[in-house]
């Protein structure tokens, strides 16, 4: 069974500052996928990230940076220069089928308050 | 395009009444899941579809709930009879898969989800 955990609960910064996002995943299986979603006040899960087991390289988007490191089965999401439009419940998720054929497995969420 | 549209968006209904919640995926998608997210439990999975065939519900809290989808472009979720404790967020997504384990790589798209509140 996979398990995904995101000890953070809620996280409080004030604007422009960076800030990191923790995951943690389990899975026996070799060949996995990860996810980064968003959820703003409005309810709605926004669709960030996936990056597959294969694939240890980081990845950068604009403000957001993604660190896979498998050796810590650790796949942690950072905001550079955050901004209050950023402040929402983020979601790291896992699935062993890329995600488009298997459920999702969801931790648990970090609110994210960026304070102006 | 429309993405996954989901109906109601808001449900208030009696304990004990039957609820129907529904969902359209996105055309061509042949994967259709549903999720129910409470502060307790979080975001979890209930069920999902493939190409309108029931593939894992393990995820069913008990036999008061229930899923259909009697075709690519509708599914049903029906609680019978509701209970307080039903009361969560329901999310509908839908993914297109390009099939094989390598190739299943297409991220799932949300509903904006059904808000259903049981009295």
């Known amino acids: 069974a996979q398990k995904v955990t995101q000890a953070q609960t809620e996280i409080s910064v004030v604007e422009k500052e960076d800030v990191t996002l923790d995951c943690v995943y389990e899975?026996?299986?070799?060949?996995?996928?990860l996810f980064w979603y968003k959820q703003p006040p409005s309810g709605e899960l926004v669709f960030l990230i996936r990056?597959?087991?294969?694939?240890?390289q980081n990845e950068i988007s604009g403000r957001y940076s993604w660190n896979f490191q498998k050796s810590t089965s650790s796949f942690n999401f950072t905001i550079t220069a955050s901004q209050v439009v950023d402040s929402a419940v983020y979601f790291c998720?896992?699935?062993?089928?890329?995600?488009?054929?298997?459920?999702?497995?969801f931790g648990k969420g970090t609110h994210l308050i960026i304070q102006p | 395009d429309a993405g996954v549209i989901q109906s109601p968006r808001h449900e208030v209904t009696e304990m004990g009444q039957e609820v129907t919640l529904r969902c359209k995926p996105i055309?061509?998608?042949?994967?259709l899941f549903w999720y129910r997210q409470t502060m307790m439990r979080g975001l979890e999975l209930l069920i999902y579809?493939?190409?309108?065939?029931?593939?894992?519900d393990s995820g069913m809290p008990e036999d008061r709930f229930s899923a259909k989808m009697p075709n690519a472009s509708f599914s049903t979720l029906k609680i019978q009879p509701s209970e307080p404790r039903d009361s969560a967020v329901y999310f509908c997504?839908?993914?297109?898969?390009?099939?094989?384990?390598?190739?299943?790589?297409?991220?799932?798209?949300f509903g904006p989800g059904t808000r259903l509140t049981v009295l």
């Open positions: 899975t026996r299986d070799t060949t996995y996928y």
């Open positions: 579809f493939n190409n309108n065939v029931p593939i894992d």
């Open positions: 990056r597959n087991s294969f694939d240890e």
């Open positions: 997504a839908s993914s297109l898969s390009r099939g094989g384990r390598e190739g299943s790589y297409n991220e799932q798209f």
């Open positions: 998720a896992l699935s062993v089928l890329g995600g488009g054929a298997d459920g999702l497995t």
């Open positions: 055309s061509g998608h042949d994967y």
